[in-house]
């Protein structure tokens, strides 16, 4: 099966930055979408950041300007800068891959994810 391992979460204080990783991995990847998505405590998991094969990128309204996704296809690795970073932005970071190569909100059109990764603003 495809696998997601993820790094790069931490504890920051308000205004600073991270770099989240995630690297795929399995007999069946080809020209696949990735993105991150992420869970704040009582919250329903909410779309963050997504990437097409060829390198288009959507985002949340309130990351948007702040973070950064970017892939590196030959390693099948996706990276989320994080940058000016709120409090609001704590959660638990999940990358995902999709089947095909079109960037997509939906979570449900992703097939396979990570673990999560912590990051927690402090104000």
């Known amino acids: 099966q495809v696998q997601l391992v993820e790094s790069g979460g931490g504890l920051v204080q308000a205004g600073g930055s991270l770099r989240l990783s995630c690297g795929a991995s399995g007999p069946s990847l080809s020209q696949n979408a990735m993105g991150w998505f992420r869970q704040a405590p009582g919250k329903e998991r909410e779309f963050t950041a997504a990437i097409s094969w060829s390198g288009n990128s959507i985002y949340l309204d309130s990351v948007a300007g702040r973070f950064t996704i970017s892939r590196d296809n030959a390693k099948n690795t996706v990276y989320l800068q994080m940058d000016i970073l709120r409090p609001e932005d704590t959660a638990v970071y999940y990358c995902?891959?999709?089947?095909?190569?079109?960037?997509?909100?939906?979570?449900?059109?992703?097939?396979?994810w990570g673990q999560g990764t912590q990051v927690t603003v402090s104000s």
């Open positions: 995902a891959l999709k089947a095909d190569e079109d960037a997509s909100y939906y979570e449900a059109k992703y097939s396979y």
